[in-house]
Antibody
Framework: EVQLVQSGAEVKEPGESLKISCKGSGYSFTNYWIGWVRQMPGKGLEWMGIIYPHDSDTRYSPSFQGQVTISVDKSISTVFLQWSSLKASDTAIYYCARHTTAHWADYWGQGTLVTVSS | DIQMTQSPSSLSASVGDRVSFTCRASQSISTYLNWYQQKLGKAPKLLMS???SLQSGVPSRFSGSGSGTDFTLTISSLQPEDFATYYCQQTYNIPYTFGQGTQLEIK
């Protein structure tokens, strides 16, 4: 069974750093892209970027380039999303999703709620 | 970026109704169009890929059509579990943008 399990909710202050994770199982981890999608409170879905675990090829949405870093650790079948300096506007639920070769997202993690508040 | 526009933004309907949502791309995307369903407090679920390919396990009352810039998702006979928000997404060019969503509510 394909599963993507994300790390738990986080509460941080502005300016702090953060790294959240998404662990894949039940499939060949290195052969599928994994991407991140943001959902701000009460809003729609925003595609942030994807990474190919096999070679760490990473593509970002221009809206998120330079704001976040997507990385992977193949040894533990886990993809990460990190911020070096959080802002209040980063408050959102972040979903990871497995992307097929044609890049539609066929399996999703449960979401990680990130709250940034002073 | 390719802009995706969904209409209507919200829709009220009754169980048993036939409903359709539309999604328009700002440029031609061939059939690189996917539909997702999101229920409150849950992760999105892929319903349809490549405009009209139903995902395994998705009921056959869901159907998709379109190519180029105009796409439609149709539910032939609404069931109680279908009340949710529906998003289209293009995977023609990065960034893979979503529409703003159509919220389907019970009348």
């Amino acid at each position: 069974e394909v599963q993507l399990v994300q790390s738990g909710a986080e509460v941080k202050e502005p300016g702090e750093s953060l790294k959240i994770s998404c662990k894949g199982s039940g499939y060949s981890f290195t052969n599928y892209w994994i991407g991140w999608v943001r959902q701000m409170p009460g809003k729609g879905l925003e595609w942030m970027g994807i990474i190919y675990p096999h070679d760490s090829d990473t593509r970002y949405s221009p809206s998120f380039q330079g704001q976040v870093t997507i990385s992977v650790d193949k040894s533990i079948s886990t993809v990460f999303l990190q911020w070096s300096s959080l802002k209040a506007s980063d408050t959102a639920i972040y979903y990871c999703a497995r992307h097929t070769t044609a890049h539609w997202a066929d399996y999703w993690g449960q979401g990680t709620l990130v709250t940034v508040s002073s | 970026d390719i802009q995706m526009t969904q209409s209507p933004s919200s829709l009220s309907a009754s169980v048993g109704d036939r409903v359709s949502f539309t999604c328009r791309a700002s440029q031609s995307i061939s059939t690189y169009l996917n539909w997702y369903q999101q229920k409150l407090g849950k992760a999105p679920k892929l319903l349809m890929s490549a405009a009209s390919s139903l995902q395994s396990g998705v009921p056959s009352r869901f159907s998709g059509s379109g190519s180029g810039t105009d796409f439609t998702l149709t539910i032939s006979s609404l069931q109680p579990e279908d009340f949710a928000t529906y998003y289209c997404q293009q995977t023609y060019n990065i960034p893979y943008t979503f529409g703003q969503g159509t919220q389907l509510e019970i009348k």
